[in-house]
C-alpha cells in the first residue's frame, strides 16, 4: 500500500531533550516536506527536500533540521526542543515539486513540556 | 511577503451547494491546490489548477483566475460527510519548491 509513515504518533517530552521524528514513503516520491499546523495558523512549511542531499528551508525553519541521506527517509530533528514546538506535525511527499499532490502522512502530536 | 486568504468559517444544509473562495499573492506561482482535511486527521487531494478556467471531479469543482489571483471550490449536493477544512495552497518560490497553504475554511453541513 502507497503510504506515508511517520513515528511516533505521539510524544510528550521535555525542554532541551533531543527527539527525532521519522518520516518514510514508500513510493519512489523524489519531494518531501515537513508542516506543522497550530489553531488559527493553518500548515506552515518548516523544510522541503527536492531529491536526495538537497534540503531548503520554509516558512519556520528555526530550532528544526533535516536530512535527505536516502530518498525515502526524510527525518526531522529537535535539536533542543522548546514549548513553542508543541504542535500537530505532518510529513508528506509527492513526485516532484509544483504540479504534484502532496501525499501526507498521518501526523505527529508532540507537547514540550 | 505569500499570502492566502480564505473565510475561516461557512455553514450550509445537505444538498446543497457552497463556494469556498481563495485569493493569493505569491511569488512564482506553479499552481494551486485545494485539500480537505477532517478534524483529527491528514489533509487529502481534492483539485489542482494551473491554468485558468475551470476543473470539474464528481460533486467537486475548482475554478482559476491567475490575473486575479483568485480560485474557488464549489461543491453540490452536500452532505454530511462533507464537514470538514478545506485548505487553499499555493505552489511557488523562487525554486517553485515551496507550499503555501491558507488558514483552512472550516465547513459544517447541518442536516
Known amino acids: 500500500e502507497a503510504q506515508v509513515t511517520q513515528n511516533p504518533r505521539y510524544l510528550i517530552t521535555v525542554t532541551g531533550k533531543k527527539l527525532t521524528v521519522t518520516c518514510s514513503q514508500n513510493?519512489?516520491?523524489?519531494?518531501m516536506s515537513w508542516y506543522r499546523q497550530d489553531p488559527g495558523l493553518g500548515l506552515r512549511q518548516i523544510y522541503y527536500s527536492m531529491n536526495v542531499e538537497v534540503t531548503d528551508k520554509g516558512d519556520v525553519p528555526e530550532g528544526y533540521k533535516v536530512s535527505r541521506k536516502e530518498k525515502r527517509n526524510f527525518p526531522l530533528i529537535l535539536e533542543s526542543p522548546s514549548p513553542n514546538q508543541t504542535s500537530l506535525y505532518f510529513c508528506?511527499?509527492?513526485?516532484?515539486?509544483?504540479?504534484?499532490?502532496?501525499?501526507f502522512g498521518d501526523g505527529t502530536r508532540l507537547s514540550i513540556l | 511577503g505569500q499570502n492566502i486568504d480564505q473565510p475561516t468559517e461557512m455553514t450550509a444544509t445537505e444538498g446543497a451547494i457552497v463556494q469556498i473562495n481563495c485569493t493569493y499573492q505569491t511569488s512564482g506561482f506553479n499552481g494551486l491546490f485545494w485539500y480537505q482535511q477532517h478534524a483529527g486527521e491528514a489533509p487529502t487531494f481534492l483539485s489542482y489548477n494551473v491554468l485558468d478556467g475551470l476543473e470539474e471531479k464528481g460533486r467537486f469543482s475548482s475554478f482559476l483566475s491567475r490575473s486575479k489571483g483568485y480560485s474557488y471550490l464549489l461543491l453540490k449536493e452536500l452532505q454530511m460527510k462533507d464537514s470538514a477544512s478545506y485548505l487553499c495552497a499555493v505552489s511557488g518560490g523562487s525554486t517553485l519548491g515551496r507550499l503555501y497553504f491558507g488558514r483552512g475554511t472550516q465547513l459544517t453541513v447541518w442536516p
Open positions: 508528506a511527499s509527492s513526485l516532484g515539486q509544483g504540479a504534484q499532490p502532496q501525499h
Open positions: 513510493m519512489n516520491h523524489e519531494y
